[in-house]
């Protein structure tokens, strides 16, 4: 009997039968007179390989891993702009344009990235309103640092005071240190390094050994301030020939002031310690016109 029961019938293990599913072909009997066919895959060929999640060609060259879906459509991944299939690289997102000068950086219809010019600030703020002040730092805007800083109000410019957390208006620096008078430790001996070995206030500078001789003229280009003899024990001979000098100030090491006497001829440092001062003339708004340094024996 064949596999359909019939004696004699042409129903045989190999010939074809017809399995009822329409989704095989090629249906037969097997050897155990069972009637099963192949999956037609979704090229329509029964057991072939064109199956639903296996690779495909959808012939779009903008996509990319193909594949055949449950539905037998081969789809693919749409390629972004950076090369990468299904990628979030689309035209109108954002990107960076590498432009420090654009900002909305955005890949265009054309998968270049591209930015709207601007007018970006020394802080890289587009629109920013910060700015290269006086002193070449970038100050104002977002940056939190004022513009032209006057720490002691003087009016000079923190990076251009000799004493930028003293006031000093007239930067005086007798020494040419480039540390104003008002705030060196030594203010007659050029000691720009302020050292303090001991924390004294008076800088190494100014205690050593005394010179035993001074220029008899010290002062500004224009007409110093003339003391002698000086060195001195006793009274000396002032002269300023500059300005109209009002008052006459004698500061010790550490900056203290010693004496402040009416501007005269002589002035009598016999009551002072040994060691070195400097004299001040001063005009009657109290401004410094001349200076001399002075030792006192």
């Not at 000799?162 to 030594?186: E, H, K, R």
Request: charged share 15%; net charge negative; aromatic share 4%.
């Amino acid at each position: 009997m064949d596999c359909e029961g019939t004696p004699g019938g042409s129903a045989l293990p190999g010939t074809a039968c017809n399995d009822g599913n329409p989704n095989t072909g090629n249906d037969h009997w097997n050897a155990n007179c069972q009637c099963v066919g192949q999956v037609i895959d979704c090229e329509g060929t029964p057991g072939g390989s064109a199956l639903p999640g296996t690779a495909c060609n959808d012939g779009n060259p903008n996509t990319g891993n193909d594949h055949w879906n449950a539905n037998c459509q081969c789809v693919g991944q749409v390629i972004d702009c950076e090369g990468t299939p299904g990628g979030s690289a689309l035209p109108g997102t954002a990107c960076n344009d590498g432009n420090p000068n654009t900002t909305n950086d955005k890949w265009n219809a054309n998968c270049q990235c591209v930015g709207t010019s601007a007018n970006v600030d020394c802080n890289g703020d587009p629109g920013g309103t910060a700015f290269l002040d006086d002193c070449g730092v970038c100050s104002g805007g977002n940056t939190g640092i004022i513009p032209n800083a006057d720490l002691d109000g003087d009016q000079v410019i923190d990076c251009l005071d000799n004493c930028p957390s003293t006031t000093n208006g007239l930067q005086a620096d007798f020494d040419g240190d480039g540390v104003g008078d008002a705030c060196d430790n030594c203010m007659w001996v050029y000691n720009p390094g302020q050292q303090d070995t001991d924390g004294n206030g008076i800088g190494d500078a100014c205690q050593g050994d005394l010179p035993t001789q001074v220029p008899e003229q010290v002062g500004d280009e224009d007409g110093g301030l003339r003391v002698w003899p000086n060195p001195a024990s006793g009274s000396v001979t002032v002269q300023c020939p500059v300005g109209d000098p009002a008052k006459l100030q004698v500061l010790d090491p550490a900056g203290r002031l010693v004496q402040e006497v009416t501007y005269g001829s002589q002035l009598d440092v016999s009551g002072f310690a040994s060691g070195p001062y400097l004299v001040f003339a001063l005009d009657d708004h109290g401004r410094v016109i001349a200076r001399a340094r002075l030792i006192r024996r």
